[in-house]
């Protein structure tokens, strides 16, 4: 098969073509040319989009899909389609299936049932037994398999000395260590962030300290043991400030930001809609603005959509009782290049997340493997239930306005345009 794209303007730092608009031909999956103009062949498939803009493709490092066990709320075929009309060529898929991925033959299930897509799957498995906390799982015989980190989706290590072995035993075969930063302890119940609107409210508050206490402890454990910690999915202020001062001292640590965090506050949990019902919660107007600095400034590396379906039996419920989650795949772009210019934050989709997790960025260059995502950056829309691609409806953005849109994405030898 052969591609012709057709003025698009590459956004590739690593690319000499950044910012200039070129034609792209791509022939079996390789790009083969980069032209001021290429000429059409019959047997061309020509791409001819509006404000065409293309980057090396998106890479979503948080991504919950609901087989096996939960299909009702998303299968794996039907979520990998849906990341790729939305713009990801790859995903890392969270291990909080049922039955937890917390085994080899696991990590093997969901690989096998990914193979063919355009978008690629990579695991993420769990770092203890069922992920209860209480015994590390076998990290070295599912890194062997495919996994590519190991981590319990939204549930911290209680367990300090359960994290302390952890870090250094995957040491022995490079392997990357997520810890979710809350403690339990002060959290307790709360399901929105402790302040003004919690009281306001009437709704059981969780405090920035739950997460930054915890924040604190691991960076503890980390300089201690050394290795290589992922933080997901940090909310505030004093977070983003910790792990800069823990990158200033070389420590090995990373951290990533969801898209709705990025953007949205706690000021929307005045309608009590459940769809705004996330962990972590939405934080304050001053904690998204330090998030958005750590983009900037670069102490955030990665930018998730933290894509989480829940079906509406377990959503549509009153808000202290609706399970924690939003889909994102549709809405995330949009909204992050609403409040962001495109070039303070590709690389959070790109560059930067596939270096923390081991994977190979494909530069926009000639005779390279084609991994790329297209995209409309000056489309503005309202978001509505009808951009919901997703099986479950559960989205945080829903009647928002967003600024940007996917196409789709070239990548495995499959252009999937949305």
């Known amino acids: 098969m052969t591609t012709l794209l057709k003025s698009a303007t590459i956004i590739d730092t690593s690319s000499p073509y950044h910012n200039q608009q070129k034609d792209i031909l791509i022939h079996n999956g390789i790009i083969q040319e980069i ?65 937890i991925i917390d085994n080899k033959a696991s990590v093997e299930f969901l690989l096998n049932q990914a193979n063919g897509f355009a978008t690629n799957l990579h695991p993420i498995a769990a770092l203890t037994q069922k992920s209860k906390g209480l015994e590390m799982a076998e990290l070295y015989d599912m890194q062997q398999s495919g996994a590519i980190a190991f981590g319990d989706y939204n549930k911290p290590v209680e367990n300090d000395n359960l994290l302390k072995i952890a870090l250094l035993y995957a040491q022995n075969f490079d392997g990357l260590v997520l810890s979710f930063p809350k403690n339990n302890s002060i959290a307790g119940e709360g399901i929105a962030n402790e302040g003004v609107n919690s009281t306001k409210l009437g709704l059981k508050g969780n405090p920035a300290l739950a997460e930054e206490i915890q924040i604190a402890r691991d960076l503890f454990l980390l300089e201690y043991t050394g290795g290589r910690l992922h933080i997901p999915t940090i909310t505030t202020r004093k977070s983003v400030n910790l792990i800069n001062e823990a990158k200033k001292k070389g420590l090995n640590v990373t951290c990533s930001v969801t898209a709705h965090h990025l953007t949205l506050s706690d000021d929307e949990l005045h309608g009590f809609d459940s769809n705004f019902k996330v962990n972590p919660p939405l934080r304050t107007n001053s ?38 989650g939003t889909i994102g795949f549709e809405s995330a772009f949009g909204a992050i290049n609403s409040v962001l210019e495109l070039n303070d934050f590709i690389e959070n989709l790109t560059s930067k997340p596939k270096s923390v997790f081991g994977l190979e960025n494909y530069s926009i260059i000639e005779n390279n493997k084609a991994d790329i995502t297209l995209f409309n950056p000056e489309n503005s829309y309202v978001f509505t239930k009808k951009d919901i691609l997703s099986t479950s409806k559960n989205s945080a953005f829903l009647d928002k306005k967003l600024k940007g849109k996917a196409y789709g994405i070239y990548a495995n030898n499959q252009l999937i345009l949305n």
């Open 35 to 99: 032209a001021d103009s290429i000429n059409s062949n019959d047997d061309y498939n020509v791409v001819n989009l509006e404000n065409l803009h293309v980057s090396c493709g998106w890479f979503d490092t948080s991504v919950s899909l609901g087989e096996p066990g939960f299909e009702e709320r998303e299968t794996i075929k039907k979520g990998l389609e849906v990341a790729a009309k939305s713009g990801f060529t790859t995903v890392a898929v969270n291990p909080n299936s049922n039955p």
């Open 287 to 324: 904690d998204v603005k330090s998030l958005q600095e750590g983009i900037k400034s670069g102490v955030i590396d990665i930018i998730t959509s933290d894509h989480n379906p829940i079906d509406i039996e377990h959503k549509k419920l009153e808000f202290s009782e609706a399970k924690d």
